[in-house]
């Protein structure tokens, strides 16, 4: 009987703890994400710390399996708290609320130049003369897809000209995206049996502070992807077509994961689906490429791939090389080229894929996506989000950590200009490389080792 009694206080003693544990543990992870959201970016040394401390934390939660329902509920307590907090480490927010307020004052933001508009006579929409300064591309047509547009634009409707009140609506709106998103990674990883991966993306740092604390339109692209994949799944092609060009419409991206449909779907199903998505998309973007000047969105598009470099890879690597040779940045002739490299690859990888099925096609998408990156001139931290969604309903673990090492990309915005620390690029850049080459490896052998039983 006193043994029992002894194992009984034993079981209770471990009990309390774990919950002391779990609330002290929510607590420190939300301090230390609040900490990352509240400190200005030229701030390194802060959001280093704050951002490792959370990080540390995140890898220990997921220990924890056994209490994910409590983790995952973490993870949108601190989604909520974000809503109510300025984004301090993005100035996109001013762009999204210049677009906004445009489109419901009766103007195309596609039309017009930012810079354009204030130099014409005329009154301005309200609140518009103020935000001018703080634009980041007042010179670039917006690139910014009629989906962004109409949450833009809705969030400044509701907003009544305060872009304060614009960033809580907009921010609204990409919680209740998020949500949308764990849900249907739960549906997906409960057909696998392992909910409790879903903590790999509803607790990573990146995501909560990229998506909800930075204001970030991966949080809607996200959830329509994984939209489409389910409704795939469930044999329903016309509304999965549709709900990739609402995709596409959002951020260009998922363009690269159609082809890779091909080989999963039988031909005439490939025929309906892409003749489909097709006509979505291209009636998605009649409003961007109808207007006056038409190649306005386009040129910002291809500025985008000839102009723009941050946190490169190979393309650093190209840069370097053209100045050795040529004395000056290639990159004009440089992006172009290894975005060719990039597209031979994942071509090269859709004819030699093993076993293309349904429930693999994470896999597919990761890859070539991990691809593009690789080769791209500009690869900010938010765009790993979406890496970091589909490596869940994966074995690979990569986008993980490369989630925690891209944050260091912060670095470069210690300075005004900003101006980046390219050892610590290159060793982000070696790492991930090195993880994902033992991941493949791995995956390998374990293919081959299936195929000799």
């Known amino acids: 009987m006193l043994l029992y009694t002894s194992s009984q206080e034993t079981i209770t003693f471990v009990k309390e703890l774990s919950a002391r544990f779990r609330i002290l543990g929510s607590f420190a992870f939300l301090i230390a994400i609040l900490g990352i959201a509240t400190t200005p970016r030229s701030c390194t040394v802060t959001l280093l710390a704050c951002y490792g401390s959370a990080f540390v934390l995140y890898l220990v939660f997921l220990t924890q399996q056994k209490q994910w329902q409590w983790w995952l509920f973490t993870g949108i307590a601190a989604r909520f708290l974000l809503i109510f907090i300025f984004p301090q480490l993005s100035d996109d927010i001013y762009r999204f609320f210049w677009d906004g307020t445009l489109t419901i004052s009766g103007v195309n933001p596609y039309e017009e130049l930012p810079s354009f508009r ?134 260009l991206i998922p363009v690269l994961f159609v082809p890779f449909l091909l080989r999963r779907m039988k031909s005439m199903q490939f025929v309906v689906f892409a003749g489909v998505a097709a006509l979505c998309t291209t009636m998605l973007f009649i409003p961007a490429l109808t207007v006056s000047n038409s190649s306005g969105y386009l040129s910002s598009v291809e500025l985008y791939f000839r102009q723009f470099e941050f946190n490169a890879s190979f393309y650093y690597l190209g840069r370097w090389l053209g100045f050795m040779k040529q004395g000056y940045n290639t990159i004009a002739t440089t992006g172009p080229l290894l975005a060719l490299v990039s597209l031979s690859l994942m071509t090269l990888y859709l004819i030699l894929e093993r076993r293309p ?54 670095t470069a915005y210690r300075t005004e200009p900003p101006d980046e620390v390219l050892w610590l690029v290159g060793l982000e850049y070696v790492l991930v490389l090195g993880w994902c080459a033992m991941e493949w490896m791995r995956k390998t052998r374990s293919q081959a080792s299936l195929s000799g039983i």
Request: aromatic share 16%.
């Open 118 to 251: 204030m130099n014409e006579p005329g009154v301005l929409p309200s609140g518009l003369r103020s935000i001018f300064p703080l634009l980041n591309s007042p010179q670039y047509y917006t690139v910014y897809p009629l989906v962004c547009q109409v949450f833009f634009a809705v969030s400044a409707f509701t907003s009544g000209a305060d872009v304060a009140v614009f960033a809580i609506v907009l921010k609204s709106i990409f919680f209740l995206c998020e949500c949308g998103t764990m849900y249907y990674l739960y549906l997906l990883l409960r057909e696998r049996d392992k909910q409790p991966d879903i903590l790999l993306y509803a607790l990573n740092p990146l995501v909560l502070i990229e998506l909800i604390g930075n204001l970030h339109c991966e949080a809607i692209m996200i959830l329509l992807l994984l939209v489409f994949y389910r409704l795939l799944q469930k044999g329903q092609i016309l509304a999965s077509a549709v709900a990739i060009s609402l995709a596409i419409a959002t951020k």
């Open 357 to 410: 099925e349904l429930h693999n096609f994470p896999v597919a998408a990761i890859t070539s996506l991990t691809i593009y990156f690789f080769f791209a001139t500009t690869v900010h931290p938010w765009y790993l989000s979406t890496l970091v969604a589909f490596c869940t309903l994966t074995t690979f673990r990569y986008p993980i950590v490369w989630s925690g090492l891209v944050f260091f990309t912060y």
